[in-house]
């Protein structure tokens, strides 16, 4: 297959790539030999170098074979960006488990879906968390052993232990027996061997084909369902963002560790692509404009990894002209479109060009990205990367490629292109034909080799970079007593990608407000996924069949949006 878009790569990116026969875990080795002693993790003055960070990851690793794990045992990981996050990826990678990252935001029915699809028998997540999964595992037998870490674990010492007192004024204070089958992360870690004999003899050995990851997405239906990734896929995509940037400088960038790593953009994009080039990660467990800001310039980061919201909230920062942002030499932005008046005002903030990439989590996720330097058109989501193919077919049955200009689904190929979906060979031979996958997203080229993103073949909505599928919030929604009829759109938003929308229809003879449906979301539902606006209608449209006309609402909601944007939520 001819790639005409090679010739639009930067001077010295490859059109492939001689990808090692690694493991995930060899990132992170690699760097520890080369660069035993800069910094791989800084949390709030905690400094872990990789020397540090590959021996707490080992520990974990034999503290989970420990406890039983076995090769190819599912391990869930609920945390925020913490260095816990970091150690318990690699430590589990490390003892031959399967990693299943999990969103810190799920709800107790989110959460019993994932572990129960996943068979995850072992959970580790943050204290604050505990509630959620002990009611899960009382309706379930899953998760057979809980892993419980705090913020304060890996604090300097002071703030360790000033730690609890703050808490406890935040009403941020959980207190959590450590009784089997609840253990506690640091204490694992202190009582797992440390002599190197007994670790080679108690880990087993990891092959680049065996699955890394189960990534959990709706896909192009909107079922929850595990993306497999093997060590080689996700080896390959972070090979491939390493390439991209050609002057990266091995061992000497700081990353600012803002975008969630138990996203798969985060994974890919900071934490892995980080590992691989011995740079270092500054933590921040939540996203604050005033934060970041103050980081980038104390720290000079020189990496920034983010999302649409968060480059739009830096240059929004009132106080942003008092903070020096020039040290940043590398800015990607992902997860959803990436407005022309954001892209504008960060670059024109901080004088560095935002690269705007596309992906989706069945491609581990990065499959597109534009020039870190060359020219590029406004608007676009990239060239393909090394040894990534891309094609544009017709909408209607797939088949017949399309010439430059003409808008169709986009179809992939590639080294980091997952194996399959778990347990559902059916949605697999949906979505993956004769080594193509079908992204389900309509785009367009032009004759450069550039693409376009246009729109979804399905209706998903990108609030905050993460995925939210219509027909979820409406089955919550009519889970309410008052609600007759239903439909949730996409509402765009220039902070937040998109926002959730609800028009709604009641019952005769019933009342509702719209702070009651919200608060009806929010008992079952993430916080990104509850409707931040909910408008209701004496009827919807609807087709001659009875089919709601979707895409006519969210033309209103557009529209709406343009004259007063949807009041946005704190989220």
């Known amino acids: 297959m001819q790639r005409s878009w090679i010739s639009q790569y930067d001077s010295g990116v490859p059109a492939t790539i001689d990808y090692a026969d690694w493991t995930v875990p060899d990132l992170l080795r690699r760097s520890a030999a080369r660069f035993p002693d800069s910094s791989a993790l800084l949390f709030y003055g905690k400094t872990i170098s990789f020397r540090e960070l590959d021996d707490l990851t080992t520990r974990f690793a034999l503290a989970l074979r420990a406890l039983g794990v076995s090769q190819g045992d599912r391990v869930a990981l609920m945390l925020p960006n913490i260095p816990q996050a970091v150690i318990g990826y690699y430590g589990a990678l490390k003892a031959g488990a399967i990693v299943v990252p999990t969103n810190p935001l799920y709800v107790e029915r989110e959460i019993q879906t994932q572990v129960i699809d996943s068979g995850c028998e072992v959970i580790v997540a943050l204290d604050l968390f505990y509630p959620r999964i002990r009611a899960v595992q009382e309706r379930t037998t899953l998760p057979r052993r809980i892993i419980i870490t705090s913020f304060r674990d890996f604090l300097p010492a002071v703030k360790r232990l000033l730690y609890p007192v703050r808490a406890w004024l935040e009403n941020r204070w959980v207190s959590v027996q450590k009784n089997p089958p609840v253990y506690d992360f640091l204490e694992l870690l202190n009582t797992a061997p440390r002599n190197a004999e007994s670790r080679s003899s108690h880990l087993p050995h990891v092959q680049p084909g065996d699955l890394a990851q189960l990534q959990y997405t709706g896909g192009t239906t909107g079922t929850p369902k595990g993306v497999m990734l093997t060590h080689r896929n996700v080896v390959a995509n972070a090979l491939q963002g390493r390439a991209w940037c050609q002057d990266f400088h091995e061992g000497e960038e700081i990353f600012l560790g803002a975008v969630p790593l138990f996203h798969c953009y985060g994974l890919s994009t900071c934490q892995n692509l980080a590992m691989a080039i011995g740079g270092s990660i500054i933590l921040l467990p939540r996203f604050h404009a005033d934060e970041a800001v103050k980081t980038i310039h104390k720290y000079r980061v020189t990496v920034f990894s983010g999302v649409p919201m968060m480059f739009s909230m830096i ?16 800015c990607l932005c992902g997860a959803s479109p990436l407005p022309a008046e954001t892209q504008e005002g960060f670059e024109r903030l901080t004088g560095v060009r935002i690269s705007e990439g596309y992906g989706l989590t069945e491609a581990g996720p990065a499959t597109h990205c534009n020039p870190i330097h060359g020219e590029h058109p406004r608007g676009s989501m990239g060239l393909p990367f090394p040894d990534t193919d891309a094609r544009i077919v017709d909408r209607a049955a797939g088949l017949r490629d399309l010439p430059p200009g003409e808008v169709g689904e986009l179809l992939v190929r590639g080294p980091q292109v997952m194996q399959g979906y778990w347990n559902n060979e059916e949605e697999t031979q949906t979505v993956l034909r004769d080594g193509w996958l079908c992204t389900g997203d309509m785009v367009r080229r032009d004759e450069r080799g550039f693409f376009f993103f246009v729109d979804r073949k399905k209706d998903v909505i990108k609030p905050w970079g993460e995925t939210v599928y219509p027909r979820e919030v409406e089955d919550i929604l009519f889970q309410h007593p008052a609600v007759n009829d239903a439909v949730v759109v996409g509402s765009p ?25 919200i608060e009806h979301c929010g008992k079952s539902l993430a916080r990104f996924k509850v409707p931040v606006a909910v408008e209701f209608r004496s009827e919807l449209p609807r087709t001659l069949i009875g089919k709601v006309l979707r895409r006519a609402l ?4 557009v529209e709406a949006s343009r004259d007063a944007p949807v009041q946005r939520r704190s989220v």
């Open 315 to 330: 240059s929004e920062f009132p106080e942003v002209g008092r903070y020096d942002l020039h040290s940043l030499r590398v």
């Open 493 to 517: 938003d220039r902070h937040y990608g998109e926002a959730v929308k609800a028009y709604v229809v009641t019952k005769d003879g019933w009342s509702v407000t719209e702070r009651e449906l």
């Open 554 to 557: 969210r033309d209103e909601a």
